[in-house]
C-alpha cells in the first residue's frame, strides 16, 4: 500500500502495522492474564491500543471482530440473537448433605461396574478389591453466569448463555470486552466449544456498588446478579466498563478433543491460553471429597471471587460418556452447596430507620464480625414482632447470617449466652426523625407525618433512582445535604435548583453543580409512568404507575378519574384504586402534580413505538415461576412489546398464565378460574411472528 501525501511518497503498510499491533496486545494480554507476568506497563499498552483504535477508524475495511480493540465495547445491539447448542448445556444436581454426597458416589461406582453386571449392596463397594479406579475432580463452583464460548479456527465467533439448555442468546459482543477471555488462538482445535462461568471478583462488585451508591442508583443484591444485569445490556461498553471475568469449567463440541480427563483437558486450556477454575484437586472417596469440601470452605472467602459450592466431577471422559446425563444434569457430577454463613457477635443496639412510606424498620448495630468475607456491624431485624418472636435483647450475643445477599440478617439470639444483663427492644414511640407519634398496624410501626424530614430524604432517592427519573448525581449523600439546607422540601422544587445554590453546598464542585442541573433539566421528558412510580403513592409501584400510563394520557385524565375507572385496570384491586383515589384527592396529590407540572415536568404517557405486530393486544397476562431461558422482568417486557397487559396476580381479568418451574398459588388459582395456561415456548413462538 502508498500514501501518496501532498509532494511525498511513502510507502505505509497500514495493514501490516494493524497486525503487529494487534499481535503485541494480545502478547501483552496473554501475559498479563495468563502468565500473570506483564510485559508492558498500562502507559505503553494504552498508548498502542490508542495508536490500533485509530488506525481502525481509518481503515475500516480492515475490520476484525476479535481486534483488541472490542475489549472497550463498540456500539450498543438492537437485541440479543438466540442459537441452538452444539451440545445441550446441563445444570448440576446440588446438595447439602453428607449423605446424599456418600450416595452419588456410590451409585458412580455401581454405574462403572454395572457392565459387569455384578449386583452390588451400597456401602460395600470400597473394601471390593474389584472397586474401579475411581478419581473425582473438585474444584470451586463459582457463583456467577454459565456460558459457552466457541472459537473456529482458532477465533472466537460465539458466546451463548445457557437459555434453556438447548438455546441460549449470543453475548458475544459482550464476552469480547472480558480482558481475560483470548480472542484469538494460536494451536486450538479446529472448534473449541468452552463452557464456563464469567463472574465479577469482589473488588470489581464492590466498586461497582460504591459508583452506584454515590449515584443514588440501587444497589446489585450480589455479585452474581451484577454479573447477569451487565450480560443483558444491550451496550457492551457496560460489559466493558464492569471487567467481568471467565473461568473454563467445561468442554462443548472439540473438533478432536483435548484429551482424556478433565484433568488433561484443564491443562490443554490453560495452555491454550484460557483461563481454568481454582485450584482443583482429586480425589477417590466420599471420605476424601468431604474432608476437601471442608478445606475449599475455610479457603473460600480468600479466592476474591464469588463461589457457593464446590462442583464434583468423575475425572475421566470415557467414565462421564459411560454414566450419562438425565435430562436436565450429568450423572457423572454434583455440586456440593455451602450453607450461608453465621457468624455470633453481641447486639449494642437497634436504630429505627425511617422509609419512604414512613415505616420504621429496625436495624441492628453489632459488634463488628467477619461473615462471608467482608466486616459487617449492620444486620436487618425485620420488624417488630420479629424481634418479640425470636426475643432479641440489647446486648445478647445473636447469629448473623448472609445468605447470598448483601445485607445480613439477624438469626436469633444465642440463649446460652445470656447473663441476664440483657435489655428487651422496645417499639419506639416517637419517630426518631421528627419526633411525631407514631402508628403500629401490625408489625409495622408509621409516622405519618408528611413533612418528616427522613421520609422526604427517601421519597427524594427513590424520585431520582434509576427506574423513576434516572437523575444521574443525585444519590442519597446530596438529597441529605439539600434536604438538610432547605433547599428541597418537595419534588419539584428539584427543578427549582440552580448552580448557585448548589454551590453552597459543602463538597459541590462547579462541574458537579451543572452535571447536576442538566441531570435535573433532562429528567424533565421522562413521562407519566415515571414520574408515577417515583411519587411514593401507596400500592403504586414500577408496574402499576406503568399500567395508568398505559390507560391515561396525562395527568388531567387521572385526576378527573373515578376510583372505579381505577379498579377497572388490570391489576388494580378495590384498595389499591381506593388508595390511589385519595392520594390525588385528598392527601395533597393533585397539587404534587401540579406543581410539578408548573416546573416544565412533563405528565405526558410516552406510548411505546410499536415496532412490531401486537397479538397480544387483548391479552392479560401473569407471568409466575422460573422461566427457563427468559428472566421475570424480560418476559413482562417482550409481552408488553407484544400488546398485553402484564399484570402480577390473576383474576378473573387474566387471559393467560404464563407458568415456568415452582410456579405455586398463581398456577393453581389459574386452573381453578380455568385461565389458559401457556409456557415460555408460547412466548417465543409468538415473538417469532414477523413483523407488519
Ligand atoms: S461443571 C454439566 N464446574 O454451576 C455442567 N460448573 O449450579 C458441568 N458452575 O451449570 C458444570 N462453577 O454453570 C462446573 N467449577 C464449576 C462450576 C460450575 C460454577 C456453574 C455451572 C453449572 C452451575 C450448576
Known amino acids: 500500500m502508498s500514501n501518496s501525501g501532498a509532494g511525498y511518497d511513502f510507502p505505509v503498510d497500514v495493514e501490516a502495522k494493524i497486525t503487529e499491533l494487534r499481535t503485541k496486545i494480545r502478547e501483552a494480554d496473554h501475559a498479563y492474564y495468563v502468565e500473570a507476568n506483564p510485559v508492558l506497563g498500562d502507559a505503553a499498552y494504552d498508548r498502542l491500543l490508542a495508536e490500533l483504535v485509530d488506525l481502525e477508524r481509518q481503515h475500516p475495511e480492515l475490520f476484525d471482530p476479535n481486534s483488541p480493540t472490542v475489549r472497550v465495547g463498540g456500539a450498543p445491539l438492537d437485541g440479543f440473537a438466540s442459537q441452538l447448542h452444539a451440545r445441550p448445556m446441563l445444570s448440576l444436581d446440588n446438595t447439602y448433605k453428607h449423605d446424599d454426597l456418600k450416595e452419588w458416589f456410590d451409585r458412580i461406582l455401581k454405574g462403572m461396574v454395572s457392565d459387569s453386571s455384578t449386583e452390588l449392596e451400597p456401602g460395600s463397594l470400597f473394601a471390593d478389591e474389584n472397586v474401579p479406579n475411581l478419581h473425582v475432580a473438585l474444584e470451586p463452583k463459582v457463583d456467577g453466569v454459565a456460558v459457552s464460548l466457541r472459537w473456529e479456527q482458532g477465533s472466537l465467533v460465539l458466546a451463548l448463555t445457557r437459555g434453556d439448555g438447548t438455546r441460549g442468546d449470543d453475548i458475544v459482543q459482550q464476552v469480547r470486552t472480558i480482558r481475560n477471555v483470548p480472542l484469538v488462538l494460536s494451536s486450538a482445535p479446529e472448534i473449541l466449544e468452552v463452557r464456563g462461568e464469567i463472574f465479577m471478583d469482589d473488588a470489581s462488585f464492590s466498586r461497582l456498588n460504591e459508583n452506584r451508591e454515590s449515584s443514588g442508583l440501587p444497589l446489585f443484591a450480589n455479585a452474581r446478579n451484577a454479573t447477569a444485569g451487565t450480560l443483558k445490556s444491550l451496550d457492551p461498553t457496560v460489559a466493558a466498563e464492569r471487567q467481568l471475568r471467565f473461568v473454563a469449567h467445561g468442554l462443548g463440541e472439540v473438533s478432536g478433543g483435548l484429551g482424556s480427563s478433565w484433568t488433561q483437558a484443564r491443562s490443554r486450556l490453560e495452555a491454550l491460553g484460557i483461563p481454568v477454575n481454582g485450584p482443583s484437586v482429586l480425589v477417590q472417596s466420599a471420605a476424601d471429597a468431604i474432608n476437601e469440601i471442608d478445606r475449599f470452605d475455610q479457603l473460600r472467602h480468600s479466592l476474591g471471587y464469588p463461589t457457593d459450592g464446590v462442583v464434583l466431577r468423575v475425572d475421566d471422559f470415557a467414565t462421564q460418556d459411560h454414566l450419562g446425563v438425565t435430562s436436565r444434569s450429568p450423572r457423572w457430577a454434583i455440586a456440593w452447596k455451602f450453607a450461608a454463613e453465621q457468624a455470633p457477635t453481641k447486639l449494642l443496639d437497634v436504630e429505627w430507620q425511617v422509609g419512604k412510606g414512613g415505616t420504621l424498620t429496625p436495624r441492628a448495630i453489632m459488634e463488628p464480625?467477619?461473615?462471608?468475607?467482608?466486616?459487617?456491624?449492620?444486620?436487618?431485624?425485620?420488624?417488630?414482632?420479629?424481634?418479640?418472636?425470636?426475643?432479641?435483647?440489647?446486648?445478647?450475643?445473636?447469629?448473623?447470617?448472609?445468605?447470598?445477599?448483601?445485607?445480613?440478617?439477624?438469626?436469633?439470639?444465642?440463649?446460652?449466652?445470656?447473663?441476664?444483663?440483657?435489655?428487651?427492644?422496645?417499639?419506639?414511640?416517637?419517630?426518631?426523625?421528627?419526633?411525631?407519634?407514631?402508628?403500629?398496624?401490625?408489625?409495622?410501626?408509621?409516622?405519618?407525618?408528611?413533612?418528616?424530614?427522613?421520609?422526604?430524604?427517601?421519597?427524594?432517592?427513590?424520585?431520582?433512582?434509576?427506574?423513576?427519573?434516572?437523575?444521574?448525581?443525585?444519590?442519597?449523600?446530596?438529597?441529605?445535604?439539600?434536604?438538610?439546607?432547605?433547599?428541597?422540601?418537595?419534588?419539584?422544587?428539584?427543578?427549582?435548583?440552580?448552580?448557585?445554590?448548589?454551590?453552597?453546598?459543602?463538597?459541590?464542585?462547579?462541574?458537579?453543580?451543572?452535571?447536576?442541573?442538566?441531570?435535573?433539566?433532562?429528567?424533565?421528558?421522562?413521562?407519566?409512568?415515571?414520574?408515577?412510580?417515583?411519587?411514593?403513592i401507596p400500592q403504586v409501584g414500577v408496574v402499576a404507575a406503568r399500567t395508568l400510563a398505559e390507560h391515561f394520557d396525562d395527568h388531567h385524565q387521572l385526576l378527573t378519574a373515578t376510583a372505579a375507572e381505577f379498579e377497572a385496570l388490570p391489576d388494580f384491586g378495590?384498595?389499591?384504586?381506593?388508595?390511589?383515589?385519595?392520594?390525588?384527592?385528598?392527601?395533597?396529590?393533585?397539587?404534587?402534580?401540579?406543581?410539578?407540572s408548573s416546573v416544565g415536568v412533563q405528565l405526558r404517557s410516552i406510548r411505546a413505538e410499536v415496532s412490531r405486530s401486537q397479538p397480544l393486544v387483548d391479552c392479560v397476562v401473569v407471568v409466575t415461576g422460573t422461566l427457563p431461558t427468559l428472566g421475570r422482568k424480560e418476559a413482562e417486557a417482550h409481552l408488553r412489546e407484544l400488546g398485553a397487559a402484564v399484570t402480577g396476580s390473576v383474576s378473573a381479568k387474566t387471559t393467560h398464565v404464563l407458568a415456568g418451574e415452582k410456579a405455586g398459588s398463581k398456577l393453581e388459582k389459574a386452573q381453578n378460574l380455568g385461565i389458559q395456561v401457556v409456557d415460555e415456548t408460547w412466548l417465543l413462538a409468538c415473538l417469532e411472528q414477523p413483523k407488519t
Request: hydrophobic share 40%.
Open 369 to 536: 464480625v467477619c461473615l462471608a468475607g467482608t466486616t459487617v456491624q449492620h444486620a436487618s431485624l425485620h420488624n417488630i414482632e420479629e424481634i418479640e418472636r425470636k426475643d432479641i435483647r440489647i446486648g445478647d450475643i445473636v447469629l448473623v447470617e448472609k445468605a447470598g445477599e448483601i445485607i445480613p440478617q439477624v438469626v436469633k439470639p444465642v440463649l446460652a449466652e445470656r447473663s441476664g444483663q440483657e435489655r428487651p427492644i422496645v417499639a419506639p414511640e416517637i419517630c426518631p426523625s421528627c419526633g411525631h407519634s407514631l402508628v403500629r398496624v401490625g408489625p409495622k410501626i408509621y409516622c405519618i407525618n408528611t413533612s418528616c424530614p427522613a421520609q422526604i430524604r427517601e421519597k427524594l432517592s427513590w424520585f431520582a433512582g434509576r427506574d423513576q427519573m434516572d437523575i444521574s448525581g443525585l444519590g442519597e449523600k446530596l438529597v441529605s445535604q439539600l434536604v438538610d439546607a432547605g433547599l428541597v422540601k418537595t419534588f419539584a422544587d428539584l427543578w427549582r435548583l440552580d448552580e448557585k445554590s448548589l454551590l453552597k453546598l459543602e463538597k459541590v464542585r462547579e462541574k458537579s453543580a451543572s452535571a447536576l442541573v442538566e441531570a435535573i433539566h433532562r429528567a424533565r421528558g421522562q413521562g407519566l409512568a415515571r414520574v408515577l412510580s417515583g411519587l411514593g
Open 574 to 596: 378495590e384498595i389499591t384504586a381506593q388508595l390511589l383515589w385519595r392520594w390525588l384527592h385528598q392527601q395533597g396529590g393533585e397539587s404534587v402534580l401540579l406543581d410539578l
